[in-house]
């Protein structure tokens, strides 16, 4: 059985623990570098991107993930935790630094503020119609040649992808843990 992380410094950790533990898998909450050892895999929940990074230097664990994600530990970036794991942030706060890990150009917020949050039907690759909700979501403006679209969304202003995979590396928009649909935990647990 794999053991899960969920990186739990800030945001939607209880509800992807909540997802995990549904499916059945060990969940391990990670706030310090030693919880990493042994981790097949790791979420990155939504929350706040900043105060996750600010977290993240202060915890210590910057340093140890930035090397776990370069060996190709799984990771699975939700919302904030897509900005957590991209290579470009757009309106961004001006020190505010990511993995670099994920070949995508993100733009925080880009689907408006929180008061534009929304729900809307997502259709994904191989699992069909699934409930997208979108909170301060960050928009994915471009993604490198290896990354993989497996869901897109049209906002009215054309396609952007909503779901990417890259390698080990998936990315979505959207906060999966907060339906009671697990199918992308365990499409991503399936992968470890
Ligand atoms: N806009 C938030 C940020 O920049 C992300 C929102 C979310 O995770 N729901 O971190």
Request: hydrophobic share 40%.
């Amino acid at each position: 059985m794999p053991v899960v992380g969920v990186l739990a410094l800030q945001g939607d950790v209880r509800e992807h623990c909540a997802a995990l533990e549904k499916i059945g898998v060990e969940v391990r909450e990670v706030r310090v570098p030693a919880a990493l050892e042994g981790v097949d895999g790791l979420i990155f929940p939504g929350g706040e991107s900043t105060a996750i990074a600010h977290l993240l230097n202060t915890s210590g664990l910057r340093e140890g993930l930035a090397s776990s994600i370069g060996d190709g530990l799984p990771v699975f970036g939700t919302c904030a935790g897509l900005i957590l794991l991209s290579s470009k942030i757009l309106d961004g706060r001006d020190d505010q630094w990511s993995f670099s890990a994920l070949d995508v150009t993100v733009r925080r917020n880009g689907y408006g503020r929180q008061i534009a949050s929304f729900e809307t039907v997502v259709d994904i690759n191989d699992l069909g119609e699934f409930p997208g909700v979108f909170i301060r979501a960050p928009k994915i403006e471009s993604i490198g040649q290896t990354v993989s679209v497996l869901a897109t969304h049209d906002h009215g202003d054309g396609e952007h992808p909503v779901l990417v995979r890259q390698a080990n590396l998936w990315g979505c928009s959207f906060h999966p843990e907060l339906t009671i649909d697990t199918r992308l935990h365990e499409a991503f647990v399936a992968s470890l």
